[in-house]
Every structure is written in C-alpha cells, then in structure tokens.
C-alpha cells in the first residue's frame, strides 16, 4: 500500500527536492493560529506545519485554533521552512482502500468521465475518475455511448497492482444487473402465476415467440405454443412491435431472467367442455388446417380440430392425395364421428356432410332419362360407367342388347362416351341400360305375330335341350327337342308354332308338335263344318277325317 500511496503522491508533488523519509507521513496536529491563507499547526515539530486554507475548504473543512486535525506532510526540508500539510493525499488514499474493498461488491461509485479512449481509431473504453481516482469503463461494461463530462454510476469491477500503480476497472452493466437483480426479487413478491400483466412488444421471432417489456428491468416472452389454442403460430397474427399487450403469467425462467407468459390461456381451455359443444353424428362449420397423405385437419374453432380420412372426403372418390380435392384454408362442413376427450381427438366426414351425389344424380335424371357417361371399365358381365364427378353407373350384360352377344365388347369400347338409359338407383350407383335406347324386337314379334301363330323359320343351331332358331329382325326362338317331330339341323326350315313371347325376360319359345297338332285340330273342325253343311250323315270316323286330311294335301 505504501508503493500505491507513493504514486498518489507523485501526481501531487511533481519532481521535488530529494524526499526525506518522513514526506508522506500521516501526522496528527493541534490548529495553533492561522492568517488569511493558512491555518498553522502544531506536529511536535520544531516549526509549525502550514496547511492552506484553500485546501481545507476545497475539502469540507471549517477550522479554528485548537481543532485536532489528520494530514499528511507532503514538504519537509532540512532548512527553517513550515512543513507543508495536505488533506488531500490522506483523502486519496482512503478512497483508494475504499474502493479496493468494493471490488466485486454491488457498492455504487459516481465518476466522471475524463476521456474517450481510442485505439487505431476505434472506441475501446472510457477513463473515469472518481473523486480524483483515474479508473478504467471498457466499451464492453457501458450501457450508453458517453462523451466528456458526463457523470456516470459504476461498480468496481476488480482492482490490479501493477507496478507502483492501481489498475481499476468499472462496470456500468454490473451495475444495471445489480439494480435488477434488486427489482427482479421485488417482483417475484407482487407477481404471481396465473396474474394478468400488461407489457409493450418489444421484438417478434417468427421461429420463437414475442417479447415484452412488463416493468423496468423487467421482460416477459410469449413462446409460440403459448399464442394459441389452435395451430397458427405466427406471432405476427398475434401483436405488432409497440403495441401493448396483456399475457397470463405462467411462471419465472430458471435464472429469473424473464416471465414465461401465455396469450392462449387468457381464453377457457375448449376442451373443457368439449361434449357439451359437439355432438357424434351432427354437422358442423370447419375449415382445412392441415394436410398429410392419409388425410386431412379441419378446425373446427380455435385449438379444436378433428381428422378426416381421405376416404371420407368425398363420395365415391379416394385421392391418392387429398390436395386433388381440397385446399389449405377452404370452408367445409363435416359430421362428427367419434369423439374422445380424454386423448383429445376427434374424427368427422366432409362427405357425410354433403347430400350423396348418386341420390342427387337420380333425383335430376330419374327411371326412363336419356344420359351420357363415359364407359370406365368392363368387368366380367358388366359395364362401369362414370356419369358424373364422385357418381357411378353400371350396365349389367342383360341390359347390353335385346338380342344375345357372346361378348360385351361387340357393343361396349372402354373409354367411349355414350348415351345410357337410367333404369333406377341402386345402393350407390345407377342402374343404366344400352338396349333399353332401341324399340324391343320381341315387343316387334309380338305385335307382327301374337302368340299361335305358325310362322316358317329356319334353324341356326342345335344346342344341349333343344334348337334354335331366328325370325327376320334378329330374334332368336327356342325350341325344346321334345317339341320338335324330328331331328333337325342349321339350315333347316320348319313351320313351328309360336308358343311363348315374353318381352320382359325376353325370350320365344315355338314348337313343332303344337303346330302339327293345331292342324290337325284346323283339318278336324273343316271337317266336321262340312259334314255338317252337305248333310252326308252325323256319323264319320278318324279314318274318313285322315281320308279327308290326305285328300286336301293332295
């Protein structure tokens, strides 16, 4: 300490006569007299030691003869000269040891600044002084850009020996930590989880959340999860810099450095009464938050979504993705279909909500319609045919053409639009007919011909049961072998009588044997009519009625 004070002394001495050993001593002394300049004591010295009066005032001190006062003598000489006296070194040296104590302390010093320090032109620091004590404020330990003359409040930061001198080192920001640190214990007792604080939005992260400003030395953070019940997490939907803003406070950082604060949970928690809101098998309002391959999110309010399986997007339809068919943010309706509150899931059916497009379908286009469609695809003995978006028809191989195919494609291409007959609904799709398009050819028989009539037609082919064969306009007709009077084959002509015509199954059925028999019938009544005319008796017997028969023949 004795190095420290020599250097102190230094800066008030300059370069003096050789210093005896007792310059620098901290001597004590009676006020004996004083003049308009000096005050002069008493220090047990053979002269009295002069202290200046400018000093002592510059100091605080108003003395009079008798007072006891402490001081160092700074100027001794072998020669009848007064020993100087100083209060200012004696000052020095108990800041010095005040502020060696204070280091690392959250002790407040008032200093001044002195100098902008510079390095290759660039800002470093600041030297301060407090109360006459040189110290150094790095740029890094500066809370404001300072200028000369400005007063400042610091701490110390540590104190160095190095050689005769003291390197001291403040801190403004040690300081505004301290500071906090005190208001920061103050309102941890006022503010409490669960209170409402009022702050300004001092910065927005879009990838974190927003910061506030509560009180002085105070901030508060909003992470995004905290913004809302729902899945928006843009705090720009959320607040604006310089706004004010009011939070929920959910609780202080580990290092007491902020408050954690909720938006969302200054509204009641909507799952709370979630049964109470919606119910299994109603519709409601929603709207597509979410998509992923399986399906997709529809909220149905704020931090409330349910989940819709692409299956269940659209009637008739299942998208490889559902983005064929929705897009992010459309309006949709949906029916709730199962509801679990404890896990918080809920799933719904956009198609459910809509009116079943095929029903739709029918109830514009109903039994006996013209329509078009495109054929689809054929599958086995039938024909599938979309009609319109999400609504499905089929052809059933009977409905093709009035007359037999063998296959479908002979009258039906895949891909072709053509025209159908609606026949009527069936579950969910359309029952559609080809040849209902064209008049019936058997309803042609029918008319043409009636049932009982012969008519000469030839065989086209022998088949397992029976024969068949074909009028003019296509019409194939069968006929059982027992119904036949001989063995037939292709290319044959026969008289057939026509037992059966039925347009709805279709089918007509004739028969050889009938025929024969209803001429032999025909031949009998001639006969008996014109036995009965010429009066040639009323008896006759089956061999006048062959004799009869065979004689018309010839």
Same mark, same amino acid.
């Given at each position: 300490?004795?190095?420290?004070?020599?250097?102190?002394? @230094?800066?008030?001495?300059?370069?003096?006569? @050789?210093?005896?050993?007792?310059?620098?001593?901290?001597?004590?002394?009676?006020?004996?007299?004083?003049?308009?300049?000096?005050?002069?004591?008493?220090?047990?010295?053979?002269?009295?030691?002069?202290?200046?009066?400018?000093?002592?005032?510059?100091?605080?001190?108003?003395?009079?003869?008798?007072?006891?006062?402490?001081?160092?003598?700074?100027?001794?000489?072998?020669?009848?000269?007064?020993?100087?006296?100083?209060?200012?070194?004696?000052?020095?040296?108990?800041?010095?040891?005040?502020?060696?104590?204070?280091?690392?302390?959250?002790?407040?010093? @008032?200093?001044?600044?002195?100098?902008?320090?510079?390095?290759?032109?660039?800002?470093?620091?600041?030297?301060?002084?407090?109360?006459?004590?040189?110290?150094?404020?790095?740029?890094?330990?500066?809370?404001?850009?300072?200028?000369?003359?400005?007063?400042?409040?610091?701490?110390?930061?540590?104190?160095?020996?190095?050689?005769?001198?003291?390197?001291?080192?403040?801190?403004?920001?040690?300081?505004? @930590?301290?500071?906090?640190?005190?208001?920061?214990?103050?309102?941890?007792?006022?503010?409490?989880?669960?209170?409402?604080?009022?702050?300004?939005?001092?910065?927005?992260?879009?990838?974190?959340?927003?910061?506030?400003?509560?009180?002085?030395?105070?901030?508060?953070?909003?992470?995004?999860?905290?913004?809302?019940?729902?899945?928006?997490?843009?705090?720009?939907?959320?607040?604006?810099?310089?706004?004010?803003?009011?939070?929920?406070?959910?609780?202080?950082?580990?290092?007491?450095?902020?408050?954690?604060?909720?938006?969302?949970?200054?509204?009641?928690?909507?799952?709370?009464?979630?049964?109470?809101?919606?119910?299994?098998?109603?519709?409601?309002?929603?709207?597509?938050?979410?998509?992923?391959?399986?399906?997709?999110?529809?909220?149905?309010?704020?931090?409330?979504?349910?989940?819709?399986?692409?299956?269940?997007?659209?009637?008739?339809?299942?998208?490889?993705?559902?983005?064929?068919?929705?897009?992010?943010?459309?309006?949709?309706?949906?029916?709730?279909?199962?509801?679990?509150?404890?896990?918080?899931?809920?799933?719904?059916?956009?198609?459910?909500?809509?009116?079943?497009?095929?029903?739709?379908?029918?109830?514009?286009?109903?039994?006996?319609?013209?329509?078009?469609?495109?054929?689809?695809?054929?599958?086995?003995?039938?024909?599938?045919?979309?009609?319109?978006?999400?609504?499905?028809?089929?052809?059933?191989?009977?409905?093709?053409?009035?007359?037999?195919?063998?296959?479908?494609?002979?009258?039906?291409?895949?891909?072709?639009?053509?025209?159908?007959?609606?026949?009527?609904?069936?579950?969910?799709?359309?029952?559609?007919?080809?040849?209902?398009?064209?008049?019936?050819?058997?309803?042609?028989?029918?008319?043409?011909?009636?049932?009982?009539?012969?008519?000469?037609?030839?065989?086209?082919?022998?088949?397992?049961?029976?024969?068949?064969?074909?009028?003019?306009?296509?019409?194939?007709?069968?006929?059982?072998?027992?119904?036949?009077?001989?063995?037939?084959?292709?290319?044959?002509?026969?008289?057939?009588?026509?037992?059966?015509?039925?347009?709805?199954?279709?089918?007509?059925?004739?028969?050889?044997?009938?025929?024969?028999?209803?001429?032999?019938?025909?031949?009998?009544?001639?006969?008996?009519?014109?036995?009965?005319?010429?009066?040639?008796?009323?008896?006759?017997?089956?061999?006048?009625?062959?004799?009869?028969?065979?004689?018309?023949?010839?």
């Amino acid at each position: 300490m004795a190095n420290e004070f020599e250097k102190l002394l @230094e800066e008030y001495l300059g370069k003096e006569e @050789e210093v005896q050993l007792q310059r620098g001593q901290i001597v004590k002394g009676t006020v004996v007299a004083e003049d308009d300049k000096n005050y002069y004591v008493d220090i047990g010295y053979k002269i009295e030691a002069i202290l200046p009066k400018g000093e002592a005032e510059q100091e605080g001190k108003q003395l009079k003869v008798g007072d006891e006062i402490e001081a160092v003598l700074i100027k001794i000489t072998n020669r009848l000269q007064n020993p100087r006296l100083s209060l200012k070194p004696l000052k020095i040296k108990k800041l010095t040891e005040e502020i060696t104590k204070a280091a690392g302390t959250d002790k407040v010093f @008032e200093a001044k600044v002195e100098k902008v320090l510079e390095k290759n032109r660039r800002k470093i620091g600041y030297l301060i002084s407090i109360n006459g004590i040189k110290a150094l404020l790095p740029l890094a330990e500066a809370t404001t850009s300072l200028k000369e003359g400005d007063k400042v409040k610091v701490v110390i930061l540590n104190v160095q020996q190095r050689g005769k001198q003291l390197r001291i080192t403040t801190s403004q920001k040690k300081l505004e @930590e301290i500071e906090r640190k005190k208001l920061v214990e103050k309102y941890k007792r006022e503010i409490k989880e669960g209170d409402i604080v009022e702050g300004k939005v001092i910065k927005i992260d879009p990838n974190k959340g927003i910061t506030l400003q509560i009180k002085k030395a105070l901030r508060g953070f909003i992470p995004i999860n905290e913004l809302s019940w729902g899945r928006n997490r843009n705090p720009f939907d959320y607040a604006e810099v310089g706004e004010r803003l009011k939070a929920k406070v959910l609780g202080w950082s580990k290092d007491d450095a902020f408050l954690y604060l909720s938006l969302k949970q200054l509204k009641p928690n909507p799952w709370e009464n979630i049964e109470e809101k919606y119910k299994v098998g109603e519709k409601y309002p929603a709207r597509v938050v979410g998509m992923i391959d399986k399906g997709v999110f529809v909220e149905l309010e704020d931090g409330v979504e349910a989940y819709v399986p692409k299956t269940e997007i659209a009637w008739n339809i299942i998208p490889e993705h559902p983005k064929e068919l929705l897009e992010k943010g459309q309006k949709v309706e949906v029916v709730i279909t199962r509801l679990d509150k404890e896990k918080k899931r809920i799933g719904a059916s956009i198609k459910k909500a809509q009116p079943k497009p095929w029903e739709v379908f029918y109830d514009q286009h109903p039994a006996g319609t013209k329509v078009r469609g495109k054929v689809l695809s054929i599958e086995d003995n039938r024909v599938v045919v979309e009609l319109a978006p999400g609504v499905y028809g089929f052809v059933t191989k009977g409905n093709i053409s009035w007359l037999p195919i063998k296959d479908i494609r002979e009258v039906v291409k895949e891909g072709e639009e053509r025209a159908f007959m609606v026949l009527g609904l069936s579950r969910d799709q359309i029952r559609l007919g080809i040849k209902q398009l064209e008049p019936n050819p058997y309803e042609e028989i029918k008319e043409k011909y009636g049932e009982g009539t012969t008519v000469k037609l030839p065989v086209v082919a022998a088949v397992k049961g029976g024969y068949i064969l074909k009028f003019d306009n296509g019409v194939e007709a069968f006929m059982p072998k027992r119904e036949a009077t001989r063995k037939l084959k292709p290319g044959d002509e026969v008289e057939v009588r026509i037992v059966t015509i039925d347009t709805e199954k279709p089918r007509v059925v004739v028969s050889m044997k009938q025929q024969i028999e209803a001429e032999e019938k025909e031949v009998f009544k001639e006969f008996v009519e014109k036995q009965t005319t010429t009066h040639e008796g009323a008896g006759f017997t089956l061999a006048d009625i062959l004799k009869a028969k065979l004689g018309d023949k010839k």
